[in-house]
Structures are given as C-alpha cells and as structure tokens.
C-alpha cells in the first residue's frame, strides 16, 4: 500500500504539457486522440537505504557506487539488488579529502580523486577493480588533483581502461592507461601534459614521461569535463575539455605506438597554433558540466554544457572541422527557466537526453526541452530526502538517477520525443516534424495543413496545392482558397494530386475532377487564343500540359464514361483541335469522323479513316463520303484492298445517285477488287452486271466472256442476268446467258435475229453431237428457206459434218431438180457404201473369234493332269493324296480343308457369310435329301458342294488377285517376328 509520504512525493512530480506557440489547424480526422497522457519523466525510489549520508555517486551499466560520509564505498550490482558491499577508504588517506569518484561505462573500472584536507595531506588518485576489494593508488599521480575522468567509450576490455584522459584543477591534462591482471591490478603507461604556449616537464622524465598540456597556462583552471570519440571508422579522434569558463575543441589522428593506441599526438599541432578553438562564456561559478548524447550505436550527436548563464547547446559535426574551427552546428545557449534565473541559483548538475536537459537543484530538477526552451517537467524533493546530490545517467543503459544524502532514485523516460513533432512544425521544420510523429496519420495530417498553409501565406501556391492534396482538409474549403486568389494552376495541381489518391472505384469523384480540370484547361486556352497567344510558350504548355493530363490512365478510365459532356465542353469553348485529339486518345474515332464530314472536310475524313484503318467506319461513312466525293472515296477503297468487303459497301453504292461520274467510280472500284482480289460474291457480280446492263453494253459483253460457258463456274445469277438483259433487249447477251443455261434452241433462234455467225457459234457449243446436229439443222432450215441458196446449204455441208445432204434437202423448195445435188448425192451415197463394207468386216472378224473360243472350250474338256504319290500340299506340305484336294491349272495343289482355312480370312463378310450357310447345309443333310435332285438336274449334295467350289476354289491364292492384293504385306507378322529370330539364332 502506497504510504502517504509516497504519495506527497508522487504530487511533487509535475509534467508540464507543451502547448504550440499557435493553435493547430485542425485536420480531416475525428475522434482521433493527439495527446499522450502518459507522464513523460517519472520518479521511482530505490528500495535500498545506505548506511550513512552520501556523498558521491557512480553509475555505469547498471553497477552503482556511492561514497558515503562514513568512508565507505557503497557497491551495488542492480540486477542483484540483493546483493551490494562496503568498503572503507579513509583509512589509507586520513589527510585527504575525497573531492571525486569517476566509473568507467563498462562498470569495471573506479577511481577515487582525494585533495589535501590540510597542509599534511596531498591530492592522489586511488584505483579500483569491480572485482576486487582492495584500492590501489596510481603512480606518478602525487600532487595531482584530478577533477574529471574522460574515459574510452571504445574499450570492452574488463582489465584495462584503454586510453583515458585526466583533468586536474590546475587545468592540465594527462593521458594514461590503467591495467588489473594477477601480479599487479593496475600500471599507469604514460602521462603527458602541455603549457600554452610551450611545455616543461616536471620532474624529469624519469618520474612522469611525456608531456603536460597546460589549460589554465600557469594558474590554476580546473578542469571540469573531458570527453573524447572518434570521428567515423577513421584513425581521427575529436577531444572536448571544459573548465567553467571555456569550452575547447580539438581534433587530430592518434598514433599507435607498440600497438597501444596514444592521443598526445592530438595535442602537438596546437602547441604552434593560436588559441582560437574554444567556445568561452563568463560564469562566477567554479563548476561547469560537459554532456554528450550517445545514440544506439554509440555514435555522439550532440552535447551540452551547463555554465551559469544557461546550458549551451549544439548539434556535433566533427567533419565540418575541416572548414572551420568549430567541431559543432547550431550552438546555442538555453536560459534556465525564469523564476529560477538568479546569479545565486544555478543548477548543480544536468542529464542530456535526446531532446531534454534534466537540470538538478538543491532541492528539485527541471526538464526543460531544447527545441523550444520550454519547462516540460519539475519535481521537487522533500527535505526528509535530504538535499540532491547528483543526478547522472548510465552511459550504457542510458537510465537516469538522482542522488540525495539518503535516498536513490531512479527517472524513467517515457516517448520524451512526444511533442518533439508539434515543436518541429511550430519552427517550420516539416520534414523533422514528420520524421518524428511515428507515421501517425493525425499528426502527419497536421503538419501538412500547417506546412501548406504556411506556403499559401508566402504566395507559393502551387507547392501549397501539392501539400494540401496530402491532408485530410476540406476539399470545397481548399478550392476555394485558390478561386478567391484567382490561382488557377495552383487550383489544377489540387485537383491533380487529388485525382492520383482517388481510388478507382470512387468513380464519382474522379468523374468531377476529370471534368473540372478538362474545364480549367479549356478556359486558360481559350482565354489565351481570343488573346492572340497563340503561338506562345505558355499556351504550348498549358496544351502539352493538358495532352499529359489526358492520357492519364484514371482519366482516360473514366472518359468512357464522361465523354459526352466533355465532347459538349469541348464544342462550347470552340476547341475542336483538343476535341479530334480526345476522340483519338479515347479510340472514339467515329466522331472524329462525323467532325470533319459535319465540316464538310471530307479529304480529311477519308485520310482518318485510311490512317485508323478500321473497316466498321468506312462501312458507316462511305455513303456520305461516296455521294459527295466519288473519285477520292474510290482511291481510299482501293487502297483497302482486301481490308474491306465490297458486299458491306453495296448500301453505300446504292444509295449514289445514279449518274456517270458515280456509276464509273463505283465500276472502277468493283473492277479492281474482282480482278486483284478474285471476289466471287454474287451480290457484287450480280450488282456489277446491273451496272454494265443500264450503262456500258460493251463492258458487259466483256464481262459474259470472261466468265466464261460453265454455269457452275460462273460468279453472277444467271436466270437474274437473262431477265435483266431482255428487259434491256440486250439480244447479244441474252443469247450468251441462254447458251449458259442449256437453251440451245432459243439461243439459236435469238441468235438468227442477230447474226449468222453468233448463231453458229452457239450450234457448236452442245458436246452431245445430236443436239448440235439440231440446232444446225434449225440454222440451215432458217437459211435455206430465206434464201434458197444452193452454194450457202453446200456451205453447211463442209461446216458441219454432222449434216448430210439428206437432212438438208426438205428444206428447199420443189422447184429445185435433183441434178443441183448430183455431187452431194454421190459423196453421200459412196460414204454409206464405206460403211457397209465396215460393218462387214467386222462382221467376220467377231465370227472367227467365237469359233477361236469354241474351239479353247472343247480342249478344256479334253485336258488332264497327272497327280504323283510324292505330290505334297503347297500349304501344309503333307502327302496331297491322304485327303481331298483341290488341283489348279498353274499346277498349284492344296488339301481341301487347307485352302478352305486359307481362303476365309481373305474373303468379304457377304461371301463369307454365305460359305459357312453352305457348310451348315451339307453337314445336316439327312439320307433322304441325299438323293434330292435340284432344278439343274443334280443331287443336292453335289449342288451344295459345286457352291461350295465355287467360292473357295475360284482362283489360286498363289496366283490370283489375292497374292496381288497381298503385295505390300509382310511375310513375317510382328507377332512372330520375335520368335522366329530366336529360331535363326
């Protein structure tokens, strides 16, 4: 249960919240909580009680000591708080003073400064291990007053402190290294100090070798903080001293002398050089203190040092030493806070924190942040604490801890860096701002206002609307910002950075802002075109501007969608550039198109549609085009070539009025496709026949003849062409389309009625020769009654020879006599007699052939075949004569049963089928129908087994059409091929 002093010292502790120097604008953001309402420094008292006043305190990684008034050492390891010791001191100097303990940041190494209590004392150095019980005094260190320690952060080793620097009170500085190993637990290697402007060794070398650097040259200038790094990976190393009114800075290469690192070489160039390197500030007091902050990896970044005006504060650098003579940036001197600025009341000692001092009085301590200089944190100390002693910070562990006479407490830091993003942006400094609010969405919110605001304050305008689409801040409310300052291009970049964080599925908004920049761009390039600009730079910008805008993906997405009432924007300003160059970017190039034809631009229609190469416009606007500008349509068609289907244009071609100047274009067009490209559509032959019909006979009769005599072959409709052409009288042609369709006899008679010759061409067409014989006849018939000319109807006759003078001669008239066909007559007659004697001839030639056969016949009858005992079966090779046989004239024998197993397989399902039918019969044949005489006069057992015969022994399967069948067959089946190369084997 918490006591009530415990609870008076709780009250004590006060957290002061920092508040902006302005309040904050607010943000997008609700029911989001800004404030941490965690205490940011909070006190905790170590349950451990010293045996007697402490006097002095140490702390490093996690291993404390105090030196308390009773000569004791108090050491206490905290992770075993259990578990601490005392050693007593005083007893080894009784005349001396103990002015100081300093600890190394391993917690291995202490050491005790003493001072002379009297005129009998003398000032020493005492050495003590972590592990050890027993001081040792350091040698070479008599009349030395050491006030301040800068140890090695670079050392780990538990047994040597490594290089470490000394400061005495009398202001000279000392190197030296300490060593605890079994036979001695500590040797000092060397010591050196120097005395602007020049050095003196004291006592000879043999008692202290090296050097004294001389701060105070000659009086006494206590030294009252030392700190040394390294700069970077580098040999380079950078020393900080202070007495209470200076600050020094030095840097140089350190030398590795027997492998041991030394930093006297750091000190050699000043000995020559001006003192100049020191930051100095009048102080009463006789103290000062030098703090430097440490990051995660030991890296110091900046330091602090308390004197009695303020703290001075600066951010390290140590390689801009290379052009001036100061190793830090931005140094500056923080005020103590006001009810405590008195030349009295200073601050005893002070912990750096990354963005805090905690400064300890007698009786409080106060944080105070070092952006703003602002108090954040007091905490005041009961008098039954006793008075504050120390307050220090573990350099390992970076925890903090106050020391009064009596007690230990330990100071937790909770997000110290809180409102260091609040103070950041309150200075303007945005980028830190951010870097320090933990990605918070609220806070980064407000800093954006407040960093865009700022710059819309300042009149940049466009940078402010880059920032503004970044918060959560009123969209209505920013617009309107840049309308009442006319700032259209800032107002675009808005809406521009607006439109990239718009996700895609918030149509809505994206659609207004597509059409309110499109509107923007639209009015600054109107504006600039009434104004005669042109051709300036900045109407070329704002247009290439405006092309980037409209190719962005979100943009063109959403111009599918909208592209109607930007078409209306575009049309109203009178931009039908901008208006052409959308429709191509939107792919929409039907109103590009319909654009130039509305212009009455119909050139540069036809050149879109060839440079889009899309049939479906052509098809849609080749109506128009080809009413209005036949020639240029039919060059851009027949550039197309195969792109386009003529029958997809025959609407366009029809709708053409019907004069010659349309009529030659559109036959020029269908001409070149059937020509180059072989189309065989019948609507466009039948359609290019129309044409030739009602306008260009001659084309059309070239046309017939091209497509030649073959109704199968021909492209066109050829009953359409026949009616077309009779209601054309077209007589030529019809009398070509009959001969197609097979009308010999209406082809001639047509043909009479124009032209003799066209009507002979037409009788030789049939290739049966009785139907040209006819329609000869039907030519001489027309002739021979028209004229009676006996030399014409001769002329028949040698035309054609399928007429004979007999056919011809009904044709004339009565009064002919007989004697005007004498010659004919007897040609005739002479080639009938040549005939007969053919018929003869052949007569005795087929007489002599059947006797021939007859004679064959009878000595089949006659023939016979001699079988031997030793004859074999060619299939089984088995004596022929143990069964039934089969005998061939190409002296090929088999067994029955053998040629009849062969013989199955090869034979066709229907024979097949039909054979095992006749041995199913034969083999239920009872004796009664044994002795049944078939129609053909024989038993019905030998008319089953002549059937039987009949199919199986119709030809020798060696010698006749089988074996030939067989020919690309192999003698070995793969079935047996394995076996048989076994056997050869």
């Known amino acids: 249960m918490t006591s009530i002093f415990d609870q008076y010292e709780q009250a004590s502790q006060v957290s002061q919240r920092a508040k902006p120097s302005e309040p904050m604008t607010s943000s997008g953001y609700i029911n989001m909580q800004m404030d941490d309402n965690t205490p940011m420094f909070s006190k905790q008292k170590m349950n451990f009680n010293p045996s007697d006043l402490i006097t002095h305190v140490a702390v490093a990684s996690d291993y404390l000591v105090l030196a308390m008034a009773n000569g004791k050492l108090f050491r206490l390891d905290l992770k075993k708080p259990d578990q601490h010791e005392e050693i007593e001191y005083t007893k080894f100097h009784p005349n001396s003073k103990l002015s100081g303990i300093f600890l190394d940041p391993l917690g291995y190494h202490l050491l005790l400064a003493f001072a002379a209590r009297n005129k009998d004392g003398y000032p020493e150095l005492v050495y003590l291990h972590r592990k050890s019980s027993k001081l040792k005094p350091v040698s070479k260190s008599k009349n030395y007053e050491v006030t301040e320690v800068g140890w090695n952060y670079e050392n780990t080793s538990e047994n040597s402190t490594g290089p470490i620097l000394l400061g005495t009170s009398q202001g000279h500085i000392l190197e030296t290294e300490l060593e605890a190993d079994s036979d001695r637990m500590f040797t000092a290697n060397q010591q050196y100090w120097r005395q602007l402007p020049n050095y003196l060794p004291l006592y000879g070398s043999r008692e202290i070798d090296g050097l004294i650097f001389d701060i105070g040259h000659g009086t006494d200038m206590p030294i009252t903080g030392i700190q040394f790094h390294r700069v970077g990976n580098s040999s380079k190393f950078f020393i900080f001293i202070t007495t209470p009114t200076r600050l020094y800075q030095f840097i140089g290469h350190a030398v590795a002398t027997d492998g041991k690192l030394s930093l006297q070489s750091i000190f050699y160039p000043y000995l020559t050089t001006p003192e100049t390197g020191f930051q100095e500030i009048p102080s009463t007091l006789k103290y000062s203190r030098l703090q430097f902050f440490l990051d995660k990896n030991n890296v110091p970044k900046t330091f602090a040092w308390l004197t009695e005006p303020g703290v001075f504060y600066g951010q390290l650098d140590p390689t801009s030493q290379q052009n001036s003579n100061t190793l830090f940036t931005q140094g500056e001197l923080i005020n103590y806070p006001a009810e405590t600025e008195t030349k009295d009341e200073a601050p005893l000692s002070f912990v750096l924190t990354e963005f805090h001092v905690l400064l300890m009085y007698s009786d409080k301590v106060k944080a105070i942040s070092l952006l703003n200089q602002e108090l954040v944190y007091e ?34 830091v909770v997000r110290e860096e809180r409102n260091v993003w609040r103070i950041y942006t309150d200075r303007e400094q945005f980028e830190l701002a951010k870097e320090y609010c933990h990605h918070n969405p609220v806070f980064v919110d407000v800093i954006n206002v407040k960093h865009a605001e700022l710059l819309f304050s300042k009149g940049k305008y466009e940078d402010s609307a880059k920032i503004y689409a970044e918060t959560q801040s009123s969209f209505e409310t920013v617009c309107l910002k840049f309308l009442e300052k006319e700032q259209t291009n800032a107002l675009k ?143 851009a068609l027949i550039a197309q070539g195969a792109r386009l289907s003529p029958a997809k244009l025959l609407p366009a071609f029809l709708s053409c009025e019907s004069d010659k100047v349309h009529v030659d274009e559109i036959i020029r067009y269908l001409e070149f496709m059937q020509q180059n490209y072989n189309v065989k559509d019948r609507a466009i032959h039948n359609y290019l026949l129309t044409l030739y019909a009602e306008h260009d006979h001659i084309s059309l009769m070239r046309y017939l003849e091209r497509q030649g005599q073959d109704v199968t072959l021909v492209n066109y409709d050829v009953h359409y062409a026949l009616r077309l052409c009779r209601e054309k009288n077209l007589s030529e042609a019809c009398v070509k389309l009959s001969a197609l369709l097979g009308l010999w006899q209406g082809a001639v008679e047509l043909a009479l009625q124009v032209d003799l010759n066209l009507a002979k061409s037409v009788a030789n067409m049939p290739d049966e020769p009785e139907m040209q014989r006819q329609m000869w006849l039907n030519i001489a018939e027309h002739v021979i009654t028209k004229n009676q000319d006996l030399h014409e109807a001769m002329s028949f006759l040698k035309e054609c020879s399928l007429i004979k003078i007999e056919d011809i001669l009904p044709f004339f008239s009565d009064v002919v006599t007989i004697d005007h066909f004498r010659e004919p007559i007897c040609q005739s007659l002479e080639e009938y007699n040549n005939q007969i004697e053919e018929l003869k001839a052949e007569m005795e030639d087929a007489t002599k052939s059947a006797e021939y056969v007859r004679s064959e016949i009878q000595s089949f009858r006659n023939r016979s075949v001699m079988v031997l005992v030793t004859d074999a079966c060619c299939l089984c090779e088995i004596a022929l004569l143990l069964r039934p046989f089969y005998l061939f004239p190409c002296g090929h024998k088999f067994h029955s049963d053998c040629l009849l197993s062969e013989i199955q397989p090869i034979l066709g399902p229907a024979r097949r089928n039909k054979l095992a039918d006749l041995q199913r019969q034969l083999s239920v044949l009872s004796n009664i129908e044994l002795s049944t005489v078939t129609s053909s006069g024989l038993p019905l057992r030998e008319a089953l087994r002549n059937e039987i015969d009949d199919i199986v022994a119709s030809e020798c399967v060696f010698c006749g059409e089988y074996m030939i069948n067989c020919i690309d067959k192999p003698f070995i089946d793969d079935a047996d091929w394995d076996r048989l190369m076994r056997e050869w084997e």
């Open 379 to 412: 905490d005041t100390y009961s008098s039954a604490h006793g008075k504050l002693k120390n307050i220090i910070k573990d350099p390992k562990r970076k925890t903090i801890w106050a020391v009064t006479d009596k007690a230990v407490f330990r100071y937790k």
């Open 493 to 635: 970049v808005y809406l521009y950075q607006r439109l990239e964080a718009l996700e895609e599925d918030e149509k809505t908004l994206i659609s207004m802002i597509v059409i309110w920049m499109t509107e923007l761009y639209l009015s600054q390039l109107g504006l600039l075109r009434r104004s005669g600009k042109e051709d300036t730079e900045q109407y070329h910008q704002i247009q290439s501007d405006f092309e980037v805008f409209l190719l962005h993906p979100k943009v063109s997405k959403c111009m599918q969608h909208v592209k109607s009432v930007v078409y209306d924007l575009m049309s109203s300003h009178g931009d039908k550039q901008n208006l052409i160059k959308l429709t191509l970017i939107n792919e929409d190039y039907e109103n590009v198109v319909a654009q130039h034809i509305y212009r009455k631009s119909y050139l540069e229609a036809l050149s879109m549609l060839q440079t889009l190469k899309k049939p479906e416009l052509f098809y849609q606007f080749a109506p128009v085009l080809m009413e209005e500008t036949p020639k240029h349509t039919a060059n």
